[in-house]
């Protein structure tokens, strides 16, 4: 495998980590119990899978059963909890797994090209790394406007009910604090 190969090897293993589908649902805990036991059940196929490999193939292989049993559990997390912080574990798992499983793959080479497949797969983990740190703020960042435009739309709301009177003023004021989620 060359170089260049290697490369598109570890950027193809970190977009499929990257890329698969996952979504906010929450679940029961029976769900997530039994979810954690078949992603139990399942590493301990993959790494007796492993068995019959050898050499580095045999270390690829390990990894690759551990890093897909560290992206079900984040993943098993996230649709557990449906919290962002999770969402971002899950995002760092998959990296951290692309990441060690390239490292793995570069160990079948020596000198200089070994040396360039783990820098390529340094560089790829650091990308990963940042993206999952960006869409984290991003996240943030929209959480936060989105509390700005209610508080803005609520003042204006506000200063409308304040040309009524009496019960009117007071029916006006409480249906827009319910409306805005104000207490």
């Given at each position: ?21 996952t979504f906010a ?108 740190k960006l869409v ?15 508080d803005a739309d ?30």
């Amino acid at each position: 495998m060359t170089t260049i190969q290697c490369c598109k090897s570890v950027i193809a293993i970190a977009t499929l980590f990257a890329a698969s589908g996952t979504f906010a649902a929450t679940m029961s805990k029976a769900d997530y119990a039994t979810g954690k036991d078949r992603i139990g059940a399942d590493y301990k196929v993959d790494k007796a899978a492993c068995d019959s490999s050898s050499g580095n193939a045999k270390d690829i292989c390990k990894e690759q059963a551990k890093g897909k049993e560290k992206i079900a559990l984040a993943e098993l997390e996230y649709q557990y909890s449906g919290l962002g912080g999770d969402g971002n574990k899950l995002a760092v798992a998959k990296a951290d797994a692309a990441f060690a499983i390239a490292k793995e793959v570069c160990d079948d080479k020596a000198g200089n090209p070994k040396d360039v497949c783990r820098a390529e797969a340094k560089a790829a983990h650091v990308k990963a790394l940042a993206d999952a740190k960006l869409v984290n703020k991003v996240g943030a960042a929209t959480k936060n406007a989105a509390e700005d435009k209610r508080d803005a739309d609520y003042k204006v709301v506000a200063e409308k009910c304040d040309s009524l009177a009496g019960e009117a003023k007071s029916s006006c004021i409480s249906a827009a604090k319910v409306r805005f989620n104000k207490s």
